[in-house]
């Protein structure tokens, strides 16, 4: 299984930018998806952000696309996502998942996030004037 934790969550204001971090310890590393969900209150979680453990392929929700950028530190075991020209509606809590590629894709992640079998504590993410 992983453990994930994240940090770098915040408040700012339209069009400010935060980085949030992930560190994870896994078994088998290179063989799990990770990724990012996010939940606002009364909402569902939204696929945000998946990297895959098979080649390093990244995959972005319209909504964030141009603005959210992932990356994957496998030496380290560390995810980051990078957030540029936030929104209001980029508010909620943000959480690091991973699942392995045995059973699922980024694809299917990304539209489901449901799916992940593990995911950190999360960071909450404020985007307000």
């Known amino acids: 299984q992983v453990q994930l934790v994240e940090s770098g969550g915040g408040s700012v204001q339209p069009g400010g930018s935060l980085r949030l971090s992930c560190a994870a310890s896994a078994f088998a590393w290179p063989y799990y998806n990770i990724g990012w969900f996010r939940q606002a209150p009364g909402e569902e979680r939204e696929g945000v952000s998946c990297?895959?453990?098979?080649?390093?392929?990244?995959f972005y929700a319209d909504s964030v696309k141009g603005r959210f950028t992932i990356s994957r530190d496998n030496a380290k075991k560390t995810v980051f996502l990078q957030m540029n020209s936030l929104k209001p509606e980029d508010t909620a809590v943000y959480y690091c998942?991973?699942?392995?590629?045995?059973?699922?894709?980024?694809?299917?992640?990304?539209?489901?996030?449901?799916?992940?079998?593990?995911w950190g504590q999360g960071t909450q993410v404020t985007v307000s004037s």
């Open positions: 990297t895959s453990g098979g080649d390093g392929s990244i």
């Open positions: 998942a991973a699942e392995s590629i045995l059973y699922s894709t980024c694809p299917s992640l990304l539209e489901d996030p449901y799916l992940y079998d593990d």
